[in-house]
């Protein structure tokens, strides 16, 4: 079996449980190698000799001298980037908590395992640290710099697009646009992960940013007319683009060209970097002073704590597909989405589920039904735009219930 999660940790204060954990993760096979510590201090030593290399981490949370929650603050101030799962039964309270306290401290708690350790458990936080990965590593070699400068010239960045479904009516809400380069030579498509890294370490992230809102929003109207109702578009800006001043202005010249306004809009921002410079939020809320939606993306992989979200001008949070990714049978994630409903409710933003994939999400999440969009796989791959127009057109004839 594929090795998914190459290096793991283990800290707790019992060899028993020690012994029982190698013995899982051995059986499961998705490990190269597994380390065990008896107390968090040793544990943290063997991070700080190498912050890169674990890609998970287990911990205990009561243990001697220093407990899993001081281990948790120790790793989020040296910047560890990796999963970290909590080996103790949690109540409702005590998860939200901690949840919450490793955003502050910068850390990435993925979920809970209670005692006795079952496999199954252990193997579902493996696959949703496999996909907190996914948004931090590379899986495919990224293309060069005079690739994408090539592709740019030869207007290849091509707009495909993703609906959010409301999970209440079945309508299509709003269409994310995803950039990809569309290959003239050999029509090959190259997905993001291959060219977003590149455009921002040297400087074309801008040019593919714009060059793709020009495309779909001048696409726009002919899409909303083939399919009969009005819906939003939404883009990603990355935080860095936020420190141009100058990006509403940009941005409110194409949406004038192509006769729109910024209330078609929503601006997508990751929540894997922080917002932090004062440009970034003078950009942020000058975007939301126009008339634009203003997002927060991959909600459970970056830094945002739950009273940012109150203070910062979103109208819409979208909920990571590690929050998501089997939510039926998993406590932490249920716990964490349902505070994320409350907040949301009471401030009156929309909700969206990204990554959906399974039936199983898709009917725990239709039991909160207010203000929740859809997004996923289960629903539509992202298609180029006649592909798209002839798959809504598909999903506006039936009830609305994917395929």
């Known amino acids: 079996m594929k090795k998914i999660v190459p290096n793991i940790l283990v800290v707790d204060d019992?060899?028993?449980?020690?012994?029982?954990?190698?013995?899982?993760?051995n059986e499961l096979g998705i490990s190269n190698t597994i380390t065990t510590c008896l107390n968090a201090k040793e544990a943290l030593e063997k991070v700080k000799e190498d912050i890169n290399y674990f890609d998970t981490i287990f911990t205990d949370l009561n243990m001697?001298?220093?407990?899993?929650?001081?281990?948790?603050?120790?790793?989020?101030?040296?910047?560890?980037?990796?999963?970290?799962i909590i080996v103790s039964e949690m109540d409702h309270k005590v998860i939200s908590l901690a949840a919450n306290l490793a955003k502050q401290h910068n850390a990435h708690l993925i979920g809970n395992i209670a005692k006795p350790v079952q496999l199954s458990q252990v193997s579902r936080l493996l696959i949703k640290v496999a996909q907190l990965n996914s948004h931090i590593l590379l899986k495919e070699s990224a293309i060069s710099k005079d690739e994408l400068i090539d592709a740019l010239k030869n207007d290849e960045i091509t707009p495909f697009y993703q609906p959010k479904i409301n999970a209440d009516n079945n309508k299509i809400e709003s269409v994310e646009v995803l950039a990809r380069i569309l290959s003239s030579k050999d029509g090959n498509i190259i997905l993001p992960c291959r060219f977003i890294n590149t455009a921002e370490q040297h400087n074309l992230i801008n040019q593919i940013t714009f060059s793709l809102f020009e495309k779909a929003t001048s696409e726009f109207k002919n899409m909303t007319a083939q399919l009969g109702h009005d819906f939003k578009m939404a883009f990603n800006l990355s935080p860095t683009q936020l420190d141009d001043l100058n990006c509403p202005n940009k941005l409110l010249l194409i949406l004038e060209l192509n006769q729109l306004t910024p209330s078609n809009i929503i601006i997508e921002i990751t929540e894997q970097h922080a917002l932090s410079s004062l440009m970034q939020?003078?950009?942020?809320?000058r975007l939301r002073m126009h008339g634009f939606g203003i997002s927060l993306d991959d909600f459970g992989v970056g830094f945002t704590n739950m009273n940012q979200l109150r203070n910062l001008p979103f109208t819409e949070i979208k909920i990571d597909r590690s929050l998501i990714s089997h939510i039926e049978t998993d406590l932490f994630s249920q716990v964490v989405v349902s505070s994320l409903f409350n907040i949301t409710s009471k401030d009156n933003l929309d909700l969206v589920a990204e990554g959906v994939e399974r039936p199983e999400e898709l009917d725990y999440l239709r039991h909160y039904r207010r203000n929740l969009a859809i997004q996923g796989f289960l629903f539509s791959r992202p298609k180029p735009q006649d592909e798209f127009i002839s798959w809504a057109k598909d999903w506006l004839k039936t009830d609305g219930s994917p395929a």
């Open 14 to 25: 019992s060899k028993a449980i020690l012994i029982v954990m190698e013995a899982i993760l």
């Open 64 to 84: 001697p001298e220093m407990d899993g929650m001081e281990l948790i603050r120790h790793l989020g101030e040296l910047h560890y980037q990796g999963g970290i």
């Open 281 to 285: 939020l003078e950009t942020l809320n």
